[in-house]
Each structure stands twice: as structure tokens, then as C-alpha cells.
């Protein structure tokens, strides 16, 4: 299994950062986590795939806006989104706008097992909208767009590499707060993403000791 981090910004793409995206690709099988603008970039790495399954952690522009370029990919994906479980709509309905550029829309839940892929969600309610946390076996876990919140840690716990956001040093969350889900969580390592725009990189990895700084492009 491979996974390479295809978006490490958040809110707005920048000439350095995507928007959040991640691919995981085990032999013909890939899975997507968000579709930022970062997902402009999955196809040099989808050769030979014959199954792409793609989940969202919500509905904001800087996850689903790379649904534009889902025509460059090899396969169509199939969707996998939080509409029913997290707000009470069909996701089919909330991807209205990217309905020229999307498949099939599955209403992502707790627990699913996609292919060889063991994929589970969790309800992050700390947010302007409810996020999902997503995590691949024991593999990745991806938290974002969220604050500060006592229960990632149980949700990510053992996993092999945490993903989680640090939006600023004052919070939001802080990376600081980052390194310590990651501990809490006994994640061997920690990569932060959904960077600001203008984030200050430095101060960012002071804050957040032993952790990496996410960069487009990077082997995860
Ligand atoms: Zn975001």
C-alpha cells in the first residue's frame, strides 16, 4: 500500500499547497480522501488502477472543488460522503454544483469496508459544519477541520500515520494541540496539513516537536 499527500493546504490553494487530498493506492485499487484542488494531481499516480473510491470529510469548497478534475482520472470514483449521516440531506444533493463531474454518490457511515480498504468515519461536531475524521486500517488517519477534540485521539489510536490539521499556532486547532492527539493516540507518526495560507512554517514545527510538515507531492 502506497500514499502520497496531494493537497496540504487549507481554505484556498496557494502556489505551494493544494487543497486537502490524499491518495492511497493498494495494486488496482485506489482510495481517495477529499477532494481538494490538490486532486488535479491524482492521476500520475492512478496507472493501472481499475477501482477509485473517493470519501469526503464534508462539504466545504476546499474539500470537493478537485470533484472538477474527476474527469482526468482513469476510472470514474465512486463517492462516499457524509450527507445522511451528518446532515440529514442526501450527499447527491449537496454535491449539486460537481453533478456534471460525479458518479455514484454512496452516503459514507461509521464502518464500511470498501474493497480492501477498512474505512472508518467519526462524527466531529467542532466545526462551522459537522466534519467526519477518517481513518484506513491502521494505516492513516486523516483529522481535519476540526478544533481541539478529546475524542480524535481514541479514534486514531495505534494508527501507523495521523493526519491532522494545524490551522494556527493560536488554535483551531493549534499544532501543539496536533502533537497531542498524535500522542494520546500512540500514532508512530505525524504529519500536519490544512495549512493556512500564510502560515509560518518555522513556528509551526516548534510547536509541534518530532511532527512533519505536509508538502504537496510527499510519500506518506
Ligand atoms: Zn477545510
Redesign the pocket.
Known amino acids: 500500500m502506497n500514499a502520497w499527500l496531494l493537497g496540504s493546504g ?2 484556498v490553494p496557494t502556489v505551494t499547497r493544494e ?2 487530498c490524499v491518495l492511497i493506492r493498494d495494486g488496482e485499487h485506489a482510495l481517495i480522501l477529499d477532494a ?1 484542488t490538490g486532486l488535479q494531481h491524482a492521476a500520475a499516480h492512478l496507472d493501472g488502477v481499475t477501482r477509485i473510491d473517493l470519501a469526503l470529510t ?1 462539504f ?1 469548497l ?2 470537493v472543488f478537485g470533484l472538477s478534475y474527476l474527469p482526468s482520472l482513469p476510472v470514474v470514483p465512486q463517492i462516499w460522503a457524509p450527507g445522511a449521516w451528518l446532515y440529514d440531506r442526501p450527499s447527491e444533493e449537496l454535491l449539486g454544483p460537481f453533478s456534471p463531474f460525479v458518479g455514484t454518490v454512496g452516503e459514507l457511515r461509521p464502518h464500511q469496508r470498501i474493497g480492501g480498504f477498512d474505512l472508518s468515519a467519526r462524527a466531529q461536531p467542532l466545526h462551522w459544519h459537522p466534519t467526519a475524521g477518517l481513518r484506513v486500517g491502521d494505516r492513516l488517519a486523516l483529522i ?2 476540526t478544533a481541539y477534540d478529546p475524542g480524535s485521539a481514541p479514534f486514531a489510536r495505534g494508527v501507523d500515520h495521523l493526519l491532522h490539521e494545524a490551522w494556527s499556532l493560536d488554535g483551531d486547532p493549534s499544532p501543539a494541540e496536533a502533537a497531542r492527539v498524535a500522542r494520546d493516540a500512540h500514532a508512530r507518526r505525524l504529519t500536519l496539513v ?1 495549512l493556512h495560507p500564510h502560515a509560518d512554517e518555522a513556528a509551526l514545527l516548534a510547536a509541534a516537536p518530532g511532527a512533519t510538515l505536509g508538502r504537496d507531492g510527499a510519500e506518506l
Open positions: 487549507g481554505w487543497t486537502t481538494g464534508h466545504h476546499d474539500h481535519t477541520d490544512h
